[in-house]
């Protein structure tokens, strides 16, 4: 298995752009999340998902949107990118809330 | 909203020897887990240890132990014999078991270095 994968590793953006942070897993793990960590911080629930075609808001949710049409695959997407967005993003998954979370290895965001 | 505390920005250990990181959170919840995350240079998170909230025993994972103290609302994370590999951001994280057991709350980490 590959585990959690995160595309693409880094990334700079000019404030207004858009773009989708991809991430998939092939563990057949029902709830995914996408978290932010800024620098100095612990991580920040955005998204989260418990099946296909089922979404919910985290703790930070404004400024992102998320699709879920398919287990294996969690899209973020920024519409309107701000640099308040630079951050280092990360999924995660799991198969059940009783499992652990398995990580992505994150995607480092630069909006300038 | 739970809040997650970790209130030493950063550690140091000679090899070898142990070492205690510290966590307190808050909650009006009686049921949840806790979880101490590993997070090296790589960025990667690994899951170190978790401790349900309904057992009394602390978890122990090889050289990671807890010391979960729930009337104080206290989580440390004590790693005994310490080695070069375990210098690393700590996250202690906090997931309860109501309608938002899907939320984790993470405290802001401290970083261990460790000394040869």
């Known amino acids: 298995n590959a585990g959690v994968t995160q595309t693409p590793k880094f990334r700079i953006l000019k404030i207004g752009q858009s773009m989708t942070l991809q991430c998939a897993q092939d563990m057949n793990h029902n709830y995914m999340y996408w978290y932010r960590q800024d620098p100095g911080m612990g991580l920040k629930l955005i998204y989260y998902?418990?099946?296909?075609?089922?979404?919910d808001k985290g703790e930070v949710p404004n400024g992102y949107n998320v699709s879920r049409s398919t287990t294996e695959d969690f899209p973020l997407r920024l519409e309107l990118a701000a640099p308040s967005q630079t951050s280092v993003y990360f999924c995660?998954?799991?198969?059940?809330?009783?499992?652990?979370?398995?990580f992505g290895p994150g995607t480092r965001l630069t909006v300038l | 909203a739970q809040t997650v505390t970790q209130s030493q920005p950063e550690m140091s250990v000679q090899e070898a020897e142990t070492v205690t990181l510290s966590c307190t959170y808050d909650t009006s919840e009686s049921d949840y887990y806790l979880f101490w995350y590993k997070q090296p240079p790589s960025r990667q998170m690994i899951l170190v240890i978790r401790q349900e909230a309904y057992k009394q025993q602390n978890a122990t994972e090889n050289r990671f132990s807890v010391n979960f103290q729930k009337a104080a609302k206290s989580f440390s994370l004590k790693i005994s014999d310490s080695q070069l590999g375990d210098a690393a951001m700590y996250f202690c994280?906090?997931?309860?078991?109501?309608?938002?057991?899907?939320?984790?709350?993470f405290g802001t980490g401290t970083s261990l270095t460790v000394i040869p």
């Open positions: 998902s418990v099946g296909a075609g089922i979404t």
């Open positions: 994280a906090y997931r309860g078991l109501s309608n938002t057991g899907n939320q984790f709350y």
């Open positions: 995660a998954s799991r198969l059940d809330l009783s499992r652990r979370q398995f």
